[in-house]
């Protein structure tokens, strides 16, 4: 840690109020008190930490500050502040506060994902109207850069596809179910014992937190508003050792993906899609070899190709990280006396509904092991005009000694509603006694990624 | 490409001109003309194109622009734009037309790592002394998102450690040295014959490029000022098709790598070591499976941990992308009023000697096969304080018929002259024919990268 300190003692500090002091807060506090000298000389202006606020005044925190410096009065402290730091996450009190700040004049940071994805535009507006910052980069994919270049190091492209791991917990528990044979039961439960899954492990188990992410994704990269609601959401909880299995007799492995890509409605429109569910990627593919609670993320560009972003998705010193890089960056606009680039929404894309977004299945079914069954099962297809890629057909001895077969299946890229259709009408068959395992397969297409 | 072009009809356009019109520049004025509209949305104000500089008119291009862009008046276009980007290359003109054009005003971007790496500081004290953005994010590593990451996403944190491969030519050819066993010579023809090496590829495979490169990241990493000539460079052209057998063997595969990390010199002062040169990586490290002409680089810090950056690193279309990133940064800057965040060399931490430098080296020594040499080989390492980590001992007959063996040594870390002092006293050893290959090794220490 040093500094010249040239110039900057004199310099008046910028206040900033911090509001929660969880497990990031105390690391962000932690930060703006012992690299003080640093953010001087990189902002040019001290930043002076001049509150916490918090629930309960007096529990024991690992965090050597002026006690005095804790508060439960929110609503006072972001009237004094020149950046507000909102880690409190949740809907309520986090957008009231940060709505009060902006209204003051403060500018924002924030890593609240569940409230943008929500709730957004109500915030965006709000800093445009206020001429103040509104920073984010923490809400997705933790300490890895990728809000800021998407939004600036892009913005003289156009992004064509965002395909990333963006939960940590759900990519843990798929990868211990990959590595070790392990059922999703046993999965989650070891995913607890670390820490990594919650106790009601719903946000993250059902797909929520990545479709929050995958919503402020797409609004930056499409310049589109798009909310948690427009975001198809499928999450694990259907994922069985038998489809892990099935993935791996395939070259490929189970990943939760947060997919935004570039469309069209059926009438040729531009529109974007956006959906949140498991789906096989071939082994060689870059994101399948993303272990344990790490995130990654690909952003496809016109000019730019294929670029890939990786590192840790969470945590209190990443999400920090994250967070500190926004409150240098806001900290400089009000040294300039401006703001950074806000929200560009002006392409305002439909978003299109997930039975018309484009993808591709693999499809295993327990069938009669007799002439003509493959050609009625293709037929299936075919009627619903889905393209079949490969077929496999395995002999397998049922319990009652009867000889069945399996068969699976990879299809072209059609219409989800095409698919789903094609599976519902595979059930009603005679020769096909059940349908033992459907997943979404992604990274093969020609679209590269 | 869609815009609602609200409001930003009457609003004046920004003048951008563009110096140079090879690969990069003809993507850049193609983007410019064809995505008019979107980049007019993004700003906030239309970019207009004023000028094309080039040394010869009339030249036939593949670019669908009015033919009275072109002018051969550098010296004159500059003082009429607000952006001028600078894609010629090299040291002069291009910086006098830089001075000019920030003298006159204008922000500038540039993709000049030559001469950003030579002689940076005089572009950075012009831009501050005139108040001016100097933006260069497609100077290192192409499209890849880096330099914005590094400069302000990280700017809350302390990097500690950059590792890259950020030259394409070098590692298409090692790659190919890896995959199919050519020879360096071979190698190099194969990627001259593919337009990745020049036609004197001296600045690829001797390392300038990398160099240069690494300069720039290392003065953005700890904000001190670090020149191509502070950088310790080894190229590839020593590179044998036994060395990268001997690297097979060990599980590991060679890369042309960019260091920077934070050290400490003898006294235990704050310093940083900056170099390239080729270096063993183990098959299980990120970079190892970076293929073909690709870039990626690895980004530690104390706070964000391990993060990673991959794509593209050259060619016209993505470094356009990166230049055009910059010039919608400069155009909102100038919208806004302001400027972004500049150079900051606040740390001036000294830059450490190649000798001072810690590294783990792995030494191939032709030997006798015969009792004690081993013992005798250990000595010399003792001697030197290097500590070794691993020996493997084969044997082998010689042409002569005579019984030798091969003794393949892996060292813990030790400075570089403690390491070369040994190699050089391990040759005059009579047991010791000939020390059959020296390779530093990189990414299996505790470090963690």
Redesign the interface.
């Known amino acids: 840690?040093?500094?010249?300190g040239?110039g900057t003692t004199a310099v008046k500090p910028l206040k900033v109020a911090l509001l929660g002091c969880g497990v990031v807060g105390t690391?962000v506090a932690r930060?703006l008190t012992t690299?003080a000298a640093?953010?001087a000389?990189?902002v040019g202006a001290p930043l002076e930490l001049i509150g916490i606020a918090v629930r309960r005044l007096g529990r024991e925190r690992d965090l050597d500050v002026d006690p005095a410096l804790f508060t439960t009065d929110a609503e006072d402290l972001v009237t004094r502040a020149d950046i507000v730091v909102e880690v409190i996450g949740g809907i309520e009190p986090a957008r009231s506060l940060m709505l009060r700040a902006m209204e003051h004049g403060a500018g924002v940071v924030t890593a609240n994902k569940a409230l943008l994805a929500a709730d957004g535009p109500t915030l965006y507006e709000a800093a445009a109207r206020h001429g103040v910052d509104l920073y984010y980069?923490a809400s997705v994919a933790g300490?890895?850069?990728l809000l800021?270049?998407i939004r600036?190091?892009?913005?003289?492209?156009?992004i064509e596809r965002v395909l990333g791991i963006v939960n940590g917990t759900t990519n843990y528990m798929l990868d211990k179910m990959d590595s070790t044979g392990q059922s999703f039961a046993d999965a989650l439960e070891q995913a607890q014992a670390l820490g990594y899954a919650e106790a009601d492990p719903t946000a993250d188990v059902d797909g929520f937190d990545a479709a929050a992410k995958a919503a402020i994704l797409a609004s930056l990269a499409f310049?589109t508003r798009v909310s948690l609601d427009d975001v198809h959401r499928e999450g694990i909880s259907e994922v069985s050792s038998a489809d892990v299995l099935a993935a791996q007799q395939q070259g490929c492995v189970i990943k939760l993906l947060s997919i935004c890509e570039r469309s069209r409605t059926a009438d040729g429109a531009?529109a974007v899609s956006v959906r949140v569910h498991p789906a096989m990627l071939p082994l060689d593919h870059?994101l399948a070899?993303v272990r344990e609670a790490f995130n990654a993320v690909f952003v496809e560009?016109?000019?730019?190709?294929?670029?890939?972003?990786?590192?840790?998705g969470a945590?209190g010193?990443?999400t920090?990280?994250?967070?500190?890089?926004?409150?240098?960056?806001v900290a400089?606009?009000r040294r300039?006396?401006?703001?950074g680039?806000g929200e560009?929404a002006?392409?305002?894309?439909p978003v299109l509904p997930m039975a018309d977004t484009v993808t591709r299945y693999h499809v295993r079914l327990d069938v009669a092991d007799r002439p003509g069954v493959l050609a009625q099962v293709a037929g299936v297809f075919a009627a619903h005009d889905v393209s079949i890629e490969t077929v496999q057909q395995r002999q397998v001895t049922g319990d009652d000694g009867v000889d069945r077969a399996v068969l699976v299946v990879t299809t072209h890229a059609a219409t989800d509603a095409a698919l789903s259709t094609t599976v519902e009408e595979l059930q009603k068959l005679d020769s096909v006694d059940s349908v033992a395992g459907v997943m979404r397969v992604e990274g093969t297409d020609s679209r590269g990624a």
Chains 1, 2 share one sequence.
């Open positions: 840690m040093t500094t010249n040239e690391e930060a690299n640093d953010f000389a990189r980069e300490a890895i850069p800021r270049p600036e190091s892009l913005a003289g492209d156009q310049h531009e870059q070899s560009a016109t000019g730019a190709g294929q670029l890939m972003f990786y590192g840790p945590g010193q990443p920090a990280s994250a967070v500190l890089g926004d409150v240098v960056a400089r606009h300039a006396g401006g703001r680039p560009y002006y392409a305002e894309l």
